[in-house]
């Protein structure tokens, strides 16, 4: 790269290029910490792609006469200019349903304009609250982010504790989490054999409505049978089937309930997963790490890290996180928040993995060798009906996805067919008619539906 190339009668040009190019080379080292934090990767190897292009692009500008370096730099300044410019106006043009909301303060906000009373605490503040009032609280837990290579992996949670998992409605949902640290009644783990098994996300966790208005609430209210979910916030494909293996075995459930959400589970889920050698192993047959019989060591490991946690806030009295999370919010704008959104990165990096197939595969084998149905649940993403898309089979590759599960025999139960596409208001059935989970209506409607397609497809084919 010739550094000394520069015009001395306009070096400005030949230094904004310079500039630029550290620009990316910041933005590569940047995307590539957080590709690997965590096992987080997806969406940044596309920041990682474009930043080597354009340290390459650049480097070979800077090779060329000193006069075409100004041309570039107006290229570049009107492009930047031009996409900031189109992200101010969407900001103000386009109506909540279709600006892509995910993040808490874009629930505050919008529950400002309904006059919704919204809680504002962080999740550490609202248990320290109830550990105030005597309550022994705790926080969910993420499978992957919380995992230390080589150590346990855990899929429960804290068990028997008041659990604060999250707020897009205005009140937190909080649970009293069972004895494996799931989001059920611990009751139902005494039955010898279960009529309803769900594994699954945070969608089969429950977030955002109270402890009875989820799916599996909602099932074992309409049928009055046992209902056990194994579902967290987080969850992708490989730990749906360690769940499944690790805590039915003991159940023998009659229908096992698979809840596919495609907004994440291929586009990011499965491709972190796959990079954890343990939970590879769970493709094995006799793979297990006897989770159901260590939850007391679960539970010291997890207690551990979140006591940790806490005492950090608590020692750092000048870091408010309320004040970190508005300032994100009011600065989104200088991040193309909702440009970003509308070009949903997550339906472009979506894909059939092969490894999807074999899950399948060996969550239906599990099923069937205790005697239970397996069953595959489709539930749609709010983008879908934010008006922006058009073709719904083609979306998130659906028509694969479903051609591909039918291809291996599994029943398919289609909520965007099922609910979502009849619903005459569907975007009403997510809080505030923002991004994110289903509020209890929703969740209402897909555990109805549910049952009522099972039980026809039981009754045509016993």
Known sequence: ????????????????????????????????????????????????????????FLALILRLRP??????????????????????VSIFILPDSIKIQSKKNDHVETAKK?????????????????????????????????????????????????TVCCNESGKYMIY??????????????????????LTGDSFTNGAAVQPGEDI??????????????????????????????????????????????????LSKDILVEEKVPLLMKYLDNDFSQNLINRQAEIDSMLISNFEKK???????????????????????????????????????????????????????????????KFYFVYLPQFERYNGLKADHDEFNNKEEVMDLVKNLGIPIIDMHKEVFSNHNDPLSLFPMRLNGHYNAEGYSSVAKKIVAVIKKYEQINN
């Open 1 to 56: 790269m010739n550094w000394t190339n520069i015009d001395k009668n306009n070096p400005f040009a030949s230094w904004m290029i310079r500039i630029f190019i550290l620009v990316l080379i910041l933005l590569f080292f940047y995307a590539y910490y957080r590709a690997g934090f965590v096992f987080q990767s997806g969406i940044y190897s596309i920041y990682q792609i474009i930043s080597i292009i354009g340290i390459i």
């Open 310 to 372: 806490l005492k950090k806030q608590e020692q750092d009295k000048n870091k408010s996180s309320i004040q970190e999370q508005s300032l994100r919010y009011k600065t989104k704008w200088m991040r193309l928040h909702t440009l970003r959104s509308l070009i949903n990165f997550n339906e472009i990096f979506s894909f059939i993995n092969p490894l999807f197939i074999k899950i399948l595969k060996k969550a239906k084998r599990i099923t069937e060798e205790q005697g239970g």
């Open 216 to 265: 599996s609430g909602q099932i074992r209210l309409i049928t009055n049978e046992s209902v056990v979910s194994v579902g967290m916030g987080g969850n992708g494909p490989l730990v749906e089937l360690a769940a499944l293996k690790e805590y039915s075995q003991s159940m023998h459930p009659k229908r096992v309930l698979w809840l596919y959400y495609e907004g994440n589970d």
């Open 176 to 197: 009293q989490s069972d004895r494996y640290g799931f989001n059920n009644p611990d009751s139902e783990w005494d039955n010898s054999s279960i009529e309803w098994f």
């Open 67 to 88: 006069k075409i370096h100004l041309n570039v730099v107006m290229v570049i300044a009107s492009i930047v200019i031009g996409v900031y410019i189109l992200e101010v």
């Open 114 to 162: 309904l006059k919704v009373i919204f809680d504002k605490r962080t999740k550490l503040e609202v248990v320290k609250s109830l550990r105030n009032q005597g309550v022994d609280a705790v926080v969910t837990s993420g499978v992957i982010k919380s995992y230390n290579p080589g150590g346990l992996l855990f899929l429960g949670g804290i068990s028997n504790k008041k």
